[in-house]
């Protein structure tokens, strides 16, 4: 096996690891419960853990995200939202979004195992939708 053969096979299996082979979708999760953890006190969403009806709105919000891809780089500091998620399964997942001063959003969104987070640019109508979700009562 030559060198170029060798290092395109470890480059593909790094980004198979890391997830980033993925398809860009992402993958169909059914969490049980969740809790905003930290919001750095940049979004009118309160701290707190959401109820039944808003675990529900947060998981169909997530996965009808599309657009998503497995390569992300230069992810920001300072979400000006994160949603830490539960499932049945004990695995645990987070949402953290970012608004920056043009008011252009993109969501991370950690899965389970994945190394790499999921990127979503999101439009300010799907930050509102968001937003709606996870203020629901």
């Given at each position: 096996?030559?060198?170029?053969?060798?290092?395109?096979?470890?480059?593909?299996?790094?980004f198979a690891l890391a997830g980033c082979a993925d398809a860009p979708a992402v993958t169909v999760h059914h969490y049980t419960s969740a809790e905003i953890s930290a919001n750095g006190g940049e979004s009118d969403v309160t701290e707190r853990p959401l109820?039944?009806?808003?675990?529900?709105?947060?998981?169909?919000?997530?996965?009808?995200r599309s657009g998503?891809?497995?390569m992300s780089a230069n992810i920001p500091d300072r979400p000006s939202l994160d949603v830490q998620m539960h499932e049945a399964n004990g695995q645990s997942s987070h949402l953290s979004v970012y608004t920056r001063d043009d008011g252009s959003s993109t969501a991370y969104l950690y899965q389970g195992n994945r190394l790499v987070p999921m990127r979503c640019p999101l439009t300010s109508a799907e930050v509102a939708t968001l937003k709606s979700a996870l203020n629901a009562q």
């Open positions: 096996m030559t060198t170029r053969i060798a290092s395109i096979l470890i480059t593909m299996s790094v109820t039944e009806t808003q675990v529900t709105a947060l998981t169909t919000w997530i996965n009808t998503c891809s497995g």
